[in-house]
T-cell receptor, first 114, second 111 residues
Framework: GQQLNQSPQSMFIQEGEDVSMNCTSS?????WLWYKQDPGEGPVLLIA?????ELTSNGRLTAQFGITRKDSFLNISASIPSDVGIYFC??????????????FGKGTLLTVNP | GAGVSQSPRYKVAKRGQDVALRCDPI?????LFWYQQALGQGPEFLTY????????KSGLPSDRFFAERPEGSVSTLKIQRTQQEDSAVYLC?????????FGPGTRLTVL
């Protein structure tokens, strides 16, 4: 099935560093969501974006909904060891009546070295 | 409960066996979704319920996959005559808006 283009595939950083990851698509999405998944668990919602150009923060996390509606990025500032995990972007379209069907990226594996 | 729960958390099946995976959504959530997550991939949509009505089953890989939500709450995903390619994590999510909240998943291994 179709998935979003998410990059980088993996990152290895030092504690305290800032992190940036992004997602792109050839199609327009009307909602962008960012999830974090720990091993053996389901994805946990971090941030939801509903309007093109929107910039939203949640603690050390900041995400933006691209103005073309075809991309989004997630920044994590001052990383800590518990930020380790897989981060997924996901999008919702309004086309074809399927405005409930999430399309996911392949994920970014983040490793933080204490 | 406070979140989406799924059972069992792990299931090992011999090829050809039938399995049933259960999802308890967040209380009051009208929408319920099943996703399949292969190793190293993001989740992929399987099917969608609004209350007891299955409105979209376009993601189900074959007619061996069947989902139901008879009373608009608990849902069951059934896989008949399991094959090795069915091995994956099966995630359930529920929603009352555009935000979907996921359960911990059931990891299915078919030998």
């Amino acid at each position: 099935g179709q998935q979003l283009n998410q990059s980088p595939q993996s990152m290895f950083i030092q504690e305290g560093e800032d992190v940036s990851m992004n997602c792109t698509s050839s199609s327009i999405f009307n909602t962008w969501l960012w999830y974090k998944q720990d091993p053996g668990e389901g994805p946990v919602l971090l941030i939801a974006l509903y309007k093109a150009g929107e910039l939203t923060s949640n603690g050390r996390l900041t995400a933006q909904f691209g103005i073309t509606r075809k991309d989004s990025f997630l920044n994590i500032s001052a990383s800590i060891p518990s930020d380790v995990g897989i981060y997924f972007c996901a999008g919702l379209r309004n086309s074809g009546g399927s405005n409930y069907k999430l399309t996911f990226g392949k994920g970014t594996l983040l490793t933080v070295n204490p | 409960g406070a979140g989406v729960s799924q059972s069992p958390r792990y299931k090992v099946a011999k090829r050809g066996q039938d399995v049933a995976l259960r999802c308890d959504p967040i209380s009051g959530h009208v929408s319920l979704f099943w996703y399949q997550q292969a190793l190293g991939q993001g989740p992929e949509f399987l099917t969608y319920f609004q209350n007891e009505a299955q409105l979209d089953k376009s993601g189900l890989p074959s007619d061996r996959f069947f989902a139901e939500r008879p009373e608009g709450s608990v849902s069951t995903l059934k896989i008949q005559r399991t094959q090795q390619e069915d091995s994956a994590v099966y995630l359930c999510a529920s929603s009352s808006s555009r935000e979907q909240f996921f359960g911990p998943g059931t990891r299915l291994t078919v030998l």
